[in-house]
């Protein structure tokens, strides 16, 4: 199979997600302002969406540097094909990652 084939419907996909969150975001936001809500609760929903992605961006860079060291040591090992021994390594670097996350994220202040 093309890799075109695959690499664009999935493409597509990802935008399609990110436009409608984005949108779905704008509206929340909107009617909050319509609503008038207090600036206590619009304050503390701008303050938890802040946290989310400090800890989106956390978890993202956990997983990428986790993901590269699995790779660094499959490249070290000398691997060249694609088997068993890749692919744990691989997914046990990627569960290491979250892991870390989860530690970091459980013992925020």
Same mark, same amino acid.
């Given at each position: 199979? %093309?890799?075109?084939?695959?690499?664009?419907?999935?493409?597509?996909?990802?935008?399609?997600?990110?436009? /409608?969150?984005?949108?779905? %975001?704008?509206?929340?936001?909107?009617?909050?302002?319509? *609503?008038?809500?207090?600036?206590?609760?619009? %304050?503390?929903? $701008?303050?938890?969406?802040?946290?989310?992605?400090?800890?989106?961006?956390?978890?993202?860079?956990?997983? $990428?540097?986790?993901?590269?060291?699995? /790779?660094? $040591?499959?490249?070290?090992?000398?691997?060249? *094909?694609?088997?068993?021994?890749?692919?744990?390594?691989?997914?046990?670097?990627?569960?290491?990652?979250? $892991?870390? /996350?989860?530690?970091?994220?459980?013992?925020?202040?």
């Amino acid at each position: 199979m %093309d890799i075109q084939h695959t690499l664009v419907p999935l493409a597509l996909f990802l935008c399609v997600t990110y436009a /409608f969150k984005a949108v779905l %975001d704008a509206v929340m936001r909107e009617r909050l302002l319509k *609503e008038r809500a207090s600036e206590e609760t619009i %304050d503390l929903i $701008l303050a938890g969406e802040r946290a989310q992605r400090r800890l989106a961006a956390l978890r993202s860079g956990i997983l $990428l540097v986790s993901i590269a060291a699995g /790779f660094g $040591l499959v490249q070290w090992i000398g691997w060249q *094909e694609i088997n068993a021994g890749v692919v744990a390594v691989l997914v046990g670097a990627t569960g290491i990652g979250h $892991l870390v /996350f989860y530690a970091l994220a459980r013992h925020r202040p």
